[in-house]
DNA sequence: TTAAAAAACTAATAATCGTTAGTTTTGCTG
DNA sequence: CAGCAAAACTAACGATTATTAGTTTTTTAA
């Protein structure tokens, strides 16, 4: 009867988990069944295997996706001719940025990894630390040149990801607050603080 | 057989939420069966009735004690005579201090109140965003004060209580950072910045 | 020591889960 | 229009869930 919708040039696979994503996001992943899933795609939940492997495929997709655009955009980073600083704030703004247009699927890997399996589970970490790793190097450069205080790498980096990760709460001010103004506001509190 | 212990002076409801806090944090409320923390009290599953009354009354009283922690200490803070500056520090320290002695119940209380039943979850909700108006209002007053720079209050409220609520992840490097160094860090870090 | 209360147990409930099997419908291609 | 593949459907599976009922054991108190 009802067919899924493949929006012209998407997959069908593809709208399956965006949906799924919206889907993780708002019920978390083992809270949403794919009873639910279906619903949203108008479907009955036996369809759905037709397109997918697995529920736990789903989630691997989706946060496999993210941290491969978080990847591709570090290196990038790093192999330009810019100082620290600069480095720094472009990696700040493309979180933003990511969070802004990827909403559900960064809210997603951010908080549902945990019921990744095996060995995705133990990818996912390994991509993660070494993100943080090379990002906390960046900052030691940083310190180096003296360009950044003398503060402790890790935390910074730390603060700086929690910071941006925080961004998920964002929807509650979507009217009243321009992204543009949100991201300058940030990258200039994370850099450069706010008292006067 | 086995009996529920009640370490001392803690009532067993409490230990049970203990138990609960620190399984609902590592594996998520909705993946958390009551069996699996009857198996944590070295009990079955139905003895635990005997104590508490459901699976989603534990989750209250552990969302509603972390809320309450944080709204009194807000109360105390505004009654004080200090400077805009001097109170912020004053939350940020207390956000930190909370999740390095209460971790796993700040961090439910952090990722799984979405699972509340109302009227609980409208409760924690606006008890929320109240506590987030007033750390906003008083960002405005170190504004108007001219000892903050003029930034957009909002995003410094949202900048900083999303990064310290990354300390959840500092569990990772527990070995290698001395907890003082990391909130004296944290806190330099939201307030001045980290540009030299 | 004995009666009462507290708290454990076993067994079972109805509901929901992801997923499979088997069948029917849909839509494209000749 | 016939045939074939893709994708939908219904029905059902075994597993797991929170929770209840009813019973037995343990602890407390007189």
Redesign the interface.
Same mark, same amino acid.
């Given at each position: 009867m009802a067919k899924i919708k493949s929006g012209g040039t998407i997959s069908k696979k593809d709208s399956i988990l965006k949906k799924a994503a919206t889907l993780f996001r708002a019920?978390?992943f083992?809270?949403s069944s794919m009873r639910e899933l279906a619903l949203a795609m108008g479907v009955e939940a036996p369809s759905l295997y037709n397109h997918i492997g697995s529920k736990s495929e789903l989630l691997h997709s989706i946060c496999a996706r993210v941290a491969d655009a978080f990847q591709k955009h570090l290196l990038e980073v790093e192999a330009s001719n810019e100082t620290p600083?600069e480095k720094l704030e472009k990696l700040i703004r493309f979180h933003i940025q990511m969070m802004l247009q990827s909403f559900d699927e960064v809210c997603v890997s951010n908080?549902e990894w945990?019921?990744l399996e095996e060995p995705h589970l133990s990818n996912f970490l390994q991509q993660r630390k070494n993100y943080e790793q090379r990002m906390i190097l960046l900052?030691k450069h940083?310190i180096d040149e003296?360009? %950044?205080?003398d +503060?402790?790498p890790?935390?910074?980096v730390?603060?700086i990801?929690?910071?941006?990760?925080?961004?998920e709460?964002?929807q509650r001010?979507k009217k009243?607050?321009d992204a543009t103004?949100?991201e300058n506001?940030?990258v200039?509190?994370? %850099?450069?603080? +706010?008292?006067?």
């Open positions: 019920r978390g083992k809270a600083i908080h945990k019921y900052v940083g003296k360009v %950044l205080k +503060i402790h890790q935390v910074a730390l603060t990801l929690s910071a941006v990760r925080g961004l709460f964002w001010y009243e607050l103004v949100l506001n940030m200039n509190h994370l %850099l450069t603080g +706010i008292i006067k």
